[in-house]
């Protein structure tokens, strides 16, 4: 995974409650295992026009004005099934962090598991930026995981992170990548433990 300090980014709004992970990536795209190729299918449902399959002009994602890393999303985000399919879309398309006032906690736990990140807002600060970017395409939001801060237009509030995640996050680990930057640590474990055995036995 790629390191995740810190992101300034121009926003997409999408002011939505309840978005489910079927409406995330709907469930006839998950047929790969390869977590490449996703992002075509983000939003599939809502991107493009069920009968003729041409992309729907209304749709923010569709329009040209709106872009960046960062996803601002209406309250609940991620509820439903919990297919990891969804965070593979979403961070296949190219968005880094999710904004939102609720997150599903199985989604929130799939996002973070492939460096995409959560951030849970209080609803005035999320109504906020969504008017914002809404009214502002150009206006940008910064996001500082290690200070766990959210900015724009001078506004600033602090969000929760597990710290085990953070670091994660900070240095680009998987679990798997924590483990082995931790393996001088565990083989210093075992001589100690080794020893302690020997002094007993």
Not at 31 to 57: A, M, Q, V, Y
């Amino acid at each position: 995974m790629q390191k995740l300090k810190r992101i300034q980014s121009r926003a997409v709004p999408l002011p939505a409650e309840n978005i489910d992970t079927d409406q995330i990536i709907p469930a006839r795209f998950l047929k790969s295992i390869d977590r490449k190729g996703f992002g075509e299918n983000l939003f599939r449902d809502w991107r493009f026009n069920i009968h003729t399959g041409e992309p729907d002009p209304d749709f923010v994602l569709n329009k040209s004005a709106y872009s960046g890393g960062i996803l601002v999303a209406g309250n609940n985000f991620g509820c439903g099934s919990s297919r990891e399919h969804a965070a593979w879309s979403l961070t296949d398309y190219g968005f880094k962090v999710i904004v939102s006032s609720y997150f599903a906690d199985i989604f929130k736990g799939n996002a973070l598991n492939n460096g995409l990140l959560p951030v849970k807002v209080s609803e005035e600060f999320l109504k906020d930026i969504l008017k914002n970017v809404t009214r502002n395409p150009e206006s940008e939001i910064s996001v500082d995981v290690e200070l766990q801060t959210i900015s724009f237009n001078g506004k600033t509030e602090t969000f929760e992170l597990d710290s085990y995640k953070k670091i994660c996050l900070l240095n680009g680990y998987d679990d798997i990548d924590f483990l082995i930057s931790k393996k001088q640590a565990i083989k210093e474990f075992e001589l100690k433990t080794q020893k302690y055995e020997q002094q007993l036995f």
